[in-house]
């Protein structure tokens, strides 16, 4: 058990038909109670940080703590590289350990996408870790600041892009959007469904906080087997912690965060029936 690579995760998620959480994390609090959950819950994890969120926690020190808690754990664990924009970054995340990466060329023309992909496909292949991409737009943006329009995946594009490029996992955009969603989130299952006839690749779903429980298990009924979160952990967090102001210490605090962190992460392993599988 503790770090794993990702694909091996996925492809067991695959043959049991559930769905594994990716969490977000931005300090050793939420890598403490996001790992508890999973051992609490015998849970495989995944814990990422995407790249615009390195501003806020530098990659070379949360990255070594995030390979660490995870080489650890008594559950399966794998370290993933969210949203990766730069080949630099990307080469950091492996070097220091990551067990899988994310490029995002999702914003290019598929010809450019597809070109940009194969060239971190390439830079991965050494190093034996998880490569996944993105086809199709998802809304908004990872930390909040672009209010990107949803485009959903061609399905067409979507077969090319996984032959063309042998990636091992696929974002798509079928309504999902980053952060928090305006009105009621409307997900394209039919079109999910489509996507999943036609793709041999496990599904990837971003923008998971908001989505109620039925829709998640019917993503997760039409191939979606990894499934992004980071906004809901912010937000019970925050929540928690407004809660307990003023704080008496400062421990109470970072008690609180990791409290909060499992509950979420417990909240959502449950939802997507990743629970009792190690
Ligand atoms: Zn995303």
């Not at 559950?75 to 630099?88: I, K, M, Q, S």
């Not at 061609?154 to 042998?166: L, R, S, V």
């Not at 996992?169 to 079928?174: G, N, R, T, V």
Request: glycine fraction near 8%; aromatic fraction near 6%; charged fraction near 20%.
């Amino acid at each position: 058990m503790g770090l794993v690579e990702m694909k091996g995760i996925l492809q067991k998620a695959e043959q049991g038909q559930y769905g594994v959480g990716a969490f977000s994390v931005a300090n050793m609090e939420m890598v403490l109670g996001a790992i508890q959950a999973a051992e609490e819950l015998r849970s495989p994890l995944i814990i990422q940080i995407a790249e615009v969120r390195l501003s806020y926690s530098p990659l070379h020190l949360i990255g070594p703590m995030m390979v660490e808690a995870a080489r650890e754990a008594t559950v399966p664990v794998a370290v993933h590289f969210d949203h990766g924009l730069t080949r630099e970054k990307i080469k950091q995340a492996l070097d220091i350990g990551f067990t899988s990466v994310m490029f995002d060329g999702s914003h290019f023309p598929l010809k450019e996408n597809i070109k940009r992909t194969k060239q971190i496909v390439e830079l991965v292949k050494p190093f034996g870790a998880t490569v996944e991409a993105e086809i199709g737009q998802v809304g908004g943006s990872e930390d909040g600041t672009v209010d990107t329009e949803v485009s959903l995946t061609d399905i067409e594009e979507a077969k090319q892009f996984a032959m063309e490029t042998q990636v091992d996992a696929l974002a798509i955009a079928i309504g999902n959007a980053h952060g928090i969603y305006k009105g009621k989130p409307c997900l394209q299952l039919d079109h999910l469904e489509a996507i999943h006839e036609q793709v041999d690749l496990p599904l990837v779903l971003h923008g998971g906080s908001g989505i109620d429980p039925h829709d998640f298990k019917k993503c997760i009924q039409h191939g979606i087997r990894k499934i992004n979160v980071a906004t809901a952990t912010f937000n019970q967090v925050i929540h928690q912690v407004n809660k307990e102001t003023p704080y008496r210490d400062y421990f109470s605090h970072h008690r609180d965060v990791i409290m909060a962190t499992t509950e979420n992460v417990k909240h959502h392993i449950k939802i997507f029936g990743s629970d009792y599988k190690v």
